[in-house]
């Protein structure tokens, strides 16, 4: 059984770390035409934990002009690593972002290919080790390896993030044996980070046993991104709530609706 938030199976709310989601539905401040659409997205979508990237905001920035103030203020900030290819400067963008009052919270993303987006897993697993002894609450971006995610975890990650697809490819679920592999082995929350393209895709995570989606270009990119991030609210409610309510297997043949032990005549 993969990681669950408590006692109770159908508790909503989301522990990773010391910390507690109450949606499980994750979302990013890029790609948005401006502010204000992000803003009333993030609304419409019901997080309350969103991810910025240190390295694309300009933290000196005042007023309308900073993007950190256009952020709802129930929202969790969740700072990335974004655009870090090298250990030191995954390391030194979270302390920073820790400096700069953002918590102890770090996406980490340790990137190896600048094409594909990919995260460099052996360098990944060499930045959360040094900042997990610095007290961060680690939650790193990895591919779909269950043999990853089981060292991410094993060091101490509050968190596994394991990609659906590459980022902003919109691409969905692709190799969801993966995913179940993961869920088998995880003692951490395993939230799924990049390749969701639309809600389906959402309700499939979710439906898998995922205890959490984090996305942004599938809601930023989409035509009516307020409208999208409606309804990936409700995709990623649905998948937890189908997940817990025990999908009935799948057969080959049919089975009929009502029995007909007990039927008049029979």
Not at 101 to 120: R, W
Not at 122 to 129: P, S, V
């Amino acid at each position: 059984m993969p990681f669950d938030s408590g006692t109770n199976p159908n508790e909503r709310a989301l522990r990773v770390g010391a910390h507690t989601i109450n949606s499980r539905l994750i979302v990013g401040t890029g790609k948005y035409k401006d502010f204000r659409t992000m803003r009333d997205a993030m609304e419409a979508s019901g997080a309350d934990m969103v991810t910025v990237a240190v390295r694309r905001i300009d933290l000196s920035a005042q007023g309308d002009e900073n993007l950190l103030n256009w952020l709802p203020s129930n929202m969790t900030l969740l700072p990335n690593t974004a655009a870090c290819f090298t250990v030191d400067e995954a390391v030194r963008t979270a302390r920073l972002a820790r400096e700069a009052s953002m918590g102890d919270l770090v996406k980490l993303e340790v990137i190896g290919d600048d094409q594909t987006l990919f995260p460099d897993n052996q360098l990944t697993l060499q930045a959360a080790e040094i900042l997990l002894k610095e007290g961060f609450t680690v939650l790193p971006y990895c591919t779909d390896d269950p043999i990853v995610c089981r060292q991410l975890q094993d060091i101490g990650c509050h968190a596994v993030m394991p990609l659906a697809a590459p980022i902003g490819s919109g691409l969905g679920i692709r190799n969801p044996y993966n995913l179940r592999i993961i869920l088998e082995q995880a003692t951490v929350p395993v939230i799924v980070d990049a390749g969701v393209g639309t809600a389906s895709d959402a309700a499939v995570a979710m439906e898998l046993g995922c205890d959490a989606v984090l996305m942004n270009t599938a809601i930023a990119g989409a035509d009516d991104p307020v409208r999208m991030a409606r309804a990936m609210r409700l995709a990623v409610e649905a998948g937890r709530e189908a997940y817990l309510s025990g999908r009935i297997p799948m057969k080959l043949y049919a089975t009929a609706s009502s029995p007909i032990e007990g039927r008049i005549g029979v």
